[in-house]
Every structure is written in structure tokens, then in C-alpha cells.
């Protein structure tokens, strides 16, 4: 509590009178999208499709090495890295059908099948999230080259994605824009 305050008051004094509105008004919001964030912990059965990373993106044996970029195109050129469209699984799973645990084909890609046919996105859960008055920019992450796995850990050897670095505090971004050398100037983040 103690601390929060003084970042306002810090804030207060640095920061042009419109930020300062806006980061006041952040008060409050701040502490229940803590709660929100840690809401979205799930396991295997949180998300509509139960789909594995690893198969998709790993190099081990049985899995298929699809780049990061094939699905989640937009982190080179846009603040969102994006999730893909079904019809971009559907490129792979109009003849891939898996296999199912009784034979047959597998029900977790028929279900992507069910979402297609019905002209359905599938209605994904967040996993990262920021704050709402916070900018993440993929693009320039990307671009300064700083890779997937330092913020999102090992995907392509999970299963299940797991949330690494949470939760997404002020801190740890400050802590890798110290050590980079990128900036760390209040309005970059927050306007
Ligand atoms: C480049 C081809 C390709 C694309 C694109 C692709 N997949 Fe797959 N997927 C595969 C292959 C190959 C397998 C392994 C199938 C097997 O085990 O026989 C697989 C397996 C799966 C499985 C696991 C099935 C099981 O029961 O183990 C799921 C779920 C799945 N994919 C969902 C998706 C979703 C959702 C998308 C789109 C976001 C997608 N896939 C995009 C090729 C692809
Ligand atoms: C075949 C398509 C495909 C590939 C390849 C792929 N992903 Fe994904 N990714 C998805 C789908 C679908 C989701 C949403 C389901 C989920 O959360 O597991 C997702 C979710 C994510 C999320 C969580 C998003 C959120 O909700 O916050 C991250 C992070 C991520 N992927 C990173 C990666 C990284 C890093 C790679 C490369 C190692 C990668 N992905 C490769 C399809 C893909
Ligand atoms: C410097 C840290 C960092 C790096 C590097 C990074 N991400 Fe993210 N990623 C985040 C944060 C933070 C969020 C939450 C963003 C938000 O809420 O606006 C996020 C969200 C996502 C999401 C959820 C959907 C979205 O667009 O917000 C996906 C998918 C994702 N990242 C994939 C990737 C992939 C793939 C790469 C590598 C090409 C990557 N990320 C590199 C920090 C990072
Ligand atoms: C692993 C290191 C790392 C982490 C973690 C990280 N960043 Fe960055 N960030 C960078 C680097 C490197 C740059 C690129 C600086 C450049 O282009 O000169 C950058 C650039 C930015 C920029 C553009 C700055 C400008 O000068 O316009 C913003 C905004 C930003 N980051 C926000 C965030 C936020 C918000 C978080 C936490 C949710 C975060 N970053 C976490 C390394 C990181
Ligand atoms: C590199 C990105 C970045 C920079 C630079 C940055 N912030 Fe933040 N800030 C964040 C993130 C991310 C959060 C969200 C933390 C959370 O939700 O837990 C945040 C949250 C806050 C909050 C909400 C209170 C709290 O404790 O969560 C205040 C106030 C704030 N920042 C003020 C500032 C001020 C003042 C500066 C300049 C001295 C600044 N920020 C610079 C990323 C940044």
C-alpha cells in the first residue's frame, strides 16, 4: 500500500497532468487485474480445444517444428502477436484426423472440425495478459531481437502452456529494459 502510494506521489511530480489522471484512476483497477490474472491459472481441461505446443512446435520425435511466426504472424509487425484463425488449422486438419484414444480419429481435432464447419472461432482463454492501461508492443521486442522464450518460456516443449513470469509486474519489465538498455521512461508503457 505504502509503496503504491509513493509511486503516485513519485508520479505525481514527473509525470505530465494527463498521465497523472490516468495513472490515479489506475489505482483501484490495479489490484483486481491481479485477481483477473491469476484467474486464468487452468489445466489441460481450461481450454476449449486441448491443443499441444509441443507436437506442433517441438523438434523432438513426432513433432512437426511449425514455426511460432506460422501461427502467431503479427508479433513481427503489430503490438498483438495474435492467435490463429481456424481456418489456418484447417490447412493441416481437413486431412490430418489424428487418433483417438478408442481408435478413430482424435475427438480434440474433430471438435476443431466442429468449430470450422459451424464458421466458429474458437473461443480461446488469455493466458498473458497486461493491465489494461499498459502497452506491450510485440513488434519492437521482435525486432530489438529479443526471442519468444525469454518472456514465454519453453512453448514448444509444453503440453499444456504454462504461464512463466507471473505475474507480469512493472518490475520485471523495468528489470529487462535496465539490463537492455531500452527505455524506461513512465509514457513508453503508459499513455
Ligand atoms: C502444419 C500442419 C498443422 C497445423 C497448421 C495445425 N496442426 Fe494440429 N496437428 C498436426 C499434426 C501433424 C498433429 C499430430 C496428429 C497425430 O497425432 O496423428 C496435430 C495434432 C493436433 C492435436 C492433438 C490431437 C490429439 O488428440 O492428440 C490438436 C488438438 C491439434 N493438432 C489442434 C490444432 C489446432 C487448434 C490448430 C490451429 C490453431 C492446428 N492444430 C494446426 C498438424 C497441424
Ligand atoms: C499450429 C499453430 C501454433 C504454433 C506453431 C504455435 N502456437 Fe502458440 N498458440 C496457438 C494456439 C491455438 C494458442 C491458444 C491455445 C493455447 O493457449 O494453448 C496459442 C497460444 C500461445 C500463447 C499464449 C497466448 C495467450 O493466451 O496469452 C503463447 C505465449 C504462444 N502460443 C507462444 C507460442 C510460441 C513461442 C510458439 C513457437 C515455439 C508457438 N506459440 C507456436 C497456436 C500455435
Ligand atoms: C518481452 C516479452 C515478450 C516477448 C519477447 C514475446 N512476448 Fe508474447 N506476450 C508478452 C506479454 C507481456 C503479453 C501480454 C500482452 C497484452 O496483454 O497486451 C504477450 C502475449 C502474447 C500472446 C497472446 C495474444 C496477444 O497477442 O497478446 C501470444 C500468442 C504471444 N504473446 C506470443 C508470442 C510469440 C510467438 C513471441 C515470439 C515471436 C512472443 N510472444 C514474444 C510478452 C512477450
Ligand atoms: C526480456 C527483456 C524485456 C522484457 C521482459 C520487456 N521488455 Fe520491453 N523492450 C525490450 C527491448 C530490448 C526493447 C527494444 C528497445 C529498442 O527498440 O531500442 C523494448 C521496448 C519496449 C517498448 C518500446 C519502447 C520505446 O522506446 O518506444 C515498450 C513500450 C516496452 N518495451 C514495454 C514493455 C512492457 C510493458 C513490458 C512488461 C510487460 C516489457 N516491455 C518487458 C526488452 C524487454
Ligand atoms: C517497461 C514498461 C513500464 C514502464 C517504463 C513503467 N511502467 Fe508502470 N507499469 C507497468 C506494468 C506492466 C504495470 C502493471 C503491473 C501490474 O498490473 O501488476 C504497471 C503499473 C503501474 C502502476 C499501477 C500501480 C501498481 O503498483 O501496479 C503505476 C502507478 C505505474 N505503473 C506508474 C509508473 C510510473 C510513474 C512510471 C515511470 C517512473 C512507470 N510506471 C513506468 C509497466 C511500466
Not at 490516468?22 to 491469476?38: E, K, L, P, Y
Not at 491459472?41 to 512437426?64: D, S
Request: with cysteine.
Amino acid at each position: 500500500m505504502i509503496k503504491k502510494q509513493w509511486i503516485l506521489a513519485m508520479a505525481v511530480v514527473a509525470v505530465a497532468l494527463v498521465t497523472v489522471a490516468f495513472v490515479q484512476a489506475r489505482g483501484d483497477d490495479a489490484a483486481t487485474s491481479d485477481i483477473a490474472q491469476q484467474e486464468v491459472e487452468y489445466g489441460p481441461e481450461g481450454q476449449p480445444v486441448a491443443f499441444p505446443h509441443n507436437v506442433h512446435a517441438g523438434a523432438g520425435e513426432g513433432q512437426y517444428q511449425i514455426d511460432c511466426m506460422y501461427c502467431h504472424f503479427s508479433a513481427e509487425r503489430s503490438p498483438s502477436a495474435g492467435l490463429p484463425a481456424v481456418a489456418s488449422c484447417m490447412g493441416c486438419h481437413s486431412v490430418i484426423r489424428g487418433e483417438g484414444p478408442e481408435g478413430g480419429p482424435s475427438p480434440e481435432i474433430d471438435k476443431v472440425r466442429g468449430f470450422w464447419d459451424r464458421q466458429e472461432p474458437i473461443p480461446w482463454n488469455r493466458i498473458y495478459r497486461v493491465a489494461d492501461h499498459v502497452q506491450f508492443p510485440h513488434m519492437r521486442h521482435i525486432s530489438a531481437g529479443v526471442d519468444c522464450t525469454a518472456c514465454h518460456g519453453q512453448v514448444q516443449e509444453m503440453g499444456v502452456i504454462q504461464r512463466v513470469e507471473q505475474p507480469l509486474t512493472m518490475g520485471w519489465c523495468l528489470t529487462c529494459h535496465l539490463e537492455m538498455g531500452a527505455s524506461r521512461d513512465c509514457t513508453v508503457c503508459h499513455y
